[in-house]
């Protein structure tokens, strides 16, 4: 079968985050694997989307060219990518010449069959500015969830697709000043037309689809569809090469989807899976782009012809952190690529297939990663595969004879079948949590039998305990190969067996074992050590509270801290009105480096407590009032430079879930609560 995998072109404006990985990298990586383990003819395709107007506004801000800033994306990105093994047959850049010539003559079609008109559009123009702005140069407050921070194209609190015009008190990015709206000429595509055919379309495929992809997509087809602007006022994206459209670009939403179609033609034999009206067709995308894939993209292939339509469209929900979506234009995230400097890639592809957004948000918590790795992939399926191979080894020298037991092969065949069906449907939680159960019953198995006993009382007996523990091994290296690539290359390395190429369990005998010298799969996250040396407390007088712009949540403060005056965003909204927190004196991290939170720098960070008692948060202050810029130290306590846990028990601190401190020194807050110092693991001293 021939299988056609399309996944989210990411802007090339920023570095990828945790949650393009856990909505659309990852269970694409898992499912294309996989089928290709099945013996299907696969090519998933991706790329860069270097055009549109994030990349105008990130070059703006960085004083380079546009294609600067894409070239420079699109080549970390792609490092990430690969360091995570998502396994792509091509992830290429929407400025390459073919994707050029694919999206003319596709829009070249869609003007022969009809499907687009001239007409003239309101847009915003700033008269600072002296130019029409793009949809994404103007945000406003959405009329659909009132959120004040949503683009011109799209709110990213809601999702819904917007137009410059309907945002309420729209203002201009670049200048802050409210546009006017002036008319301009362009190209139209005619989407109303096929709002039939769409919905005839979905509730054809309406069994396979995801409940949320399927309400979200029918709810917005009910709503009626209007045709859309497929040029634009824009001198940064691909020519239209018509009469009168010299100086406006393709727009990147009818551009951006055409990738699917223009990276298979770069690929190569484009035709055996665009054309055959028996390959599959899925694409992997987050919530925000279901209209996109489910609508406007079979749209555009209704509208040209002859080209296959999407089978599934399996879109993950959002993965959040501290409540909110990750997101590059807010700001919110969690830099992949300074993750894998620390963390070894399936660690990463482990906590995220287990804790993947498929159907509902879910939450990204550093402390659930660290128990994740330590209590499931260390204390679980690393320490059976280890304990395994390792007494095979010195036992036996090598796999021992033996026979298959009922049990174990029951169990090895429920686990495939129930992990087949897992991915086939999109389950990919449900898939990894089945292989980690086959881990658990080997573990109980290896127990059980107690091989340590056997091997001085019946030899014969252990090592078909051993065989049998050395094929859940084996079961195990094939079940994980699409979800945690590594590791299980790893294993079969270790078994001395050939990497796995089908998904299927085979069991193999004595002589095709050569067991190499076992090794540790996975490593305990220990709880870091904390530099309290060089850490600098000031007590500081809170001058100004603003709202933060672009975050409900947060304050953007300015606090005297006697020589200077720092900029603090803090999160305290819900905790603390602004009337509270004027004047007050507070003690502030001064050497922390700076940190942008949302688009805005934070010079600092002050201290709060967790009340217990009140069930509240309250700022901590000097117990006398001491003047702006005096010292608080640490020093006090005559600490080393790093002290572990214990240590610092010992010294009348404590740490809380390895992240938080908690000093015993001479401050107090309002209501006399603990004092608490929330200081980030790995946060830079100046």
Known sequence: MKVFIGVAWPYANSYLHL?????????????????????????????????????????????KKPSEVAKFYHRENSMVMEALDIGFDLFTETSTENHKRVVQDFLKKLIENGYTYEDFMDEPYCTNEDRFLPDRYVEGTCPYCSYESARGDQCDNCGKLLDPKDLIKPRCRICGGTPEIRQSKH????????????????????????????????????????????????????????????????????EAVLGYLSAAVEWGDWGRYWKDKDAKHYYFVGKDNIPFHTIIWPGMLIAHGGLKLPDNVPANEYLLASGEKLSKSRGISINVKDLLKVYEPDVIRYYLSSNMPEEKDSEFNFEDFISKNNNELVANLGNFVHRVLTFAKSNFGSVPSGFLELRVKEEIDKAFEDVQKSIDTFHFKEGIRRIMA?????????????????????????????????????????????????????????????????????????????????????????DKKFSLEGIELVVGKIEEVKDHPQADKLYILKVNIGNEKRQIVAGLKDYLSAEELLGKSIVLVSNLKHAKLRGIESQGMLLAADAEKSNKVVLIHPENEKKPGTRVGVGYFGLKKSVGIEELKEKGLHVEKGRVLSFNIPLKTEDGAQIIAEIEDGAEIR
């Not at 309400?215 to 709503?223: D, E, G, K, Q, V």
């Not at 078994?495 to 305990?524: A, N, S």
Request: contains cysteine; neutral net charge.
């Open 438 to 526: 086959l881990s658990s019953f080997g573990n109980l198995y290896f127990y059980e039998k107690e091989p340590w006993k056997k091997i001085k009382e019946d030899k014969d007996e252990c090592a078909n305990t051993i065989y049998n523990a050395v094929q859940i091994v084996n079961a195990l290296s094939i079940l994980l190969a699409p979800y945690l690539p590594f590791t299980s290359r790893k294993i079969r390395r270790m078994l001395g067996i050939r990497d796995v190429d089908r998904f299927e369990f085979c069991e193999e005998r004595k002589e095709d074992f050569t067991l190499e010298k076992p090794e540790i799969l996975f490593k305990k996250i220990e």
């Open 19 to 63: 949650g393009h990985i856990a909505g659309a990298y990852l269970p694409a990586s898992i499912f294309a694997k996989y089928q290709r383990l099945k013996g299907n003819d696969v090519l998933m395709v991706s790329g860069s989307d270097e055009h549109g107007t994030p990349i105008m506004v990130t070059a703006e801000k960085e004083g």
């Open 187 to 254: 190209l139209f595509f005619r989407l109303s037309a096929l709002e039939k055919r769409l919905i005839d379309y979905i509730e054809s495929i309406k069994r396979d689809l995801k409940p949320n992809v399927y309400n979200f997509t029918i709810n917005f087809l009910r709503s009626g569809l209007k045709d859309r602007a497929i040029t634009r006022d824009i001198n940064w994206g691909i020519e239209v090469h018509l009469e009168g459209y010299e100086d406006k670009r393709i727009y990147v939403w009818f």
